[in-house]
């Protein structure tokens, strides 16, 4: 998370590139709580979108992430509305909060952050501050796919995972990543202090929409240039681009970067790609997972 939390980081083009949450997502998270409805804390809140989701359902919400440019973006989405008067942003992290009490919180969710928690520190915190039944619900997100471009898919991964010169592979921060790919399996709450864990999970196919096997709760059609966009909040891009400041996007006046390129592979699989104002419909892996304080 460290990259989300330097001031070069965009946490506007993050908010305004990175996929929102279904009502059907938030409809299995409330219906699986059972307590009371009082304090619902968001760990790794970035710019607030569960945060103001949960508002409506909560007494309070309290949204927490390590990023300042984050909770920056996060409290300027709130500023001078009156609907969400019972949501606070702080910055800090998840495994320590000292300005929750014991036993204070009847629920906590992280949307597509859990992979960056320590899990040795943050479950006996979650034990001091989640109230007798509350609830814990975490949810990921895993690489986008193009349901109709199975080849342009494979690109992508490509592009992204291959870990030779030119390619994104080398600039994940692992191990968390690997926990999105396999949708917060690692995620095992301590059997003495919660419930089983229920879990919702999907894997996207390229046989078209909703083609793969699961709960699907991510989907979005984007343009080819939205893609690029969000593409370019990627961890591992900001990475590379610390590394290679001398590509530039074409958009940008440059000669193009690595998303560029990656899309101009993708052109070659299909002329769809070579106009930034087509759309393509796009799904993600996900997983939830849910579990009850005993």
């Not at 301590?190 to 999907?202: F, H, I, S």
């Amino acid at each position: 998370m460290a990259t989300f939390a330097k001031s070069t980081f965009s946490a506007a083009g993050y908010a305004a590139f990175r996929p929102s949450y279904p009502d059907s997502l938030y409809s299995a998270v409330l219906a699986f709580h059972r307590g009371p409805k009082r304090l619902c804390l968001d760990l790794g809140c970035g710019p607030g979108i569960v945060t103001r989701e949960m508002s409506k359902h909560f007494d309070r919400v309290v949204g927490t992430d390590p990023s300042g440019p984050m909770i920056k973006q996060a409290k300027a989405s709130i500023e001078g509305q009156k609907q969400y008067a019972n949501v606070e942003f702080r910055e800090g992290g998840a495994e320590s909060t000292p300005s929750i009490g014991d036993g204070e919180v009847d629920m906590v969710v992280a949307g597509q952050a859990a992979h960056w928690f320590d899990y040795a520190k943050l479950w006996p915190e979650m034990k001091r501050i989640v109230s007798p039944k509350g609830t814990i619900a975490f949810w990921g997100y895993k690489d986008p796919v193009f349901v109709n471009f199975p080849e342009a898919s494979q690109i992508m991964q490509h592009y992204l995972y291959d870990s030779q010169p030119g390619k994104l592979g080398s600039y994940w921060s692992q191990p968390g990543r690997s926990y999105v790919q396999d949708k917060l399996r690692v995620i095992q709450p301590p059997a003495a202090d919660w419930e089983k864990p229920e879990r919702v999970e999907y894997e996207p196919a390229t046989k078209g929409k909703n083609s793969g096997e699961g709960t699907l709760f991510m989907e979005r059609s984007l343009t080819v240039g939205e893609m690029k966009g969000y593409l370019r909040t990627f961890s591992n891009f900001h990475e590379w681009q610390k590394n290679n400041p001398e590509r530039k996007a074409s958009s940008e006046g440059g000669s193009g970067d690595v998303i560029d390129e990656l899309f101009d592979e993708a052109a070659k699989t299909s002329d769809w790609f070579r106009d930034e104002s087509n759309m393509v419909d796009i799904e993600w892996g996900s997983g939830l997972v849910m579990t009850r304080r005993k």
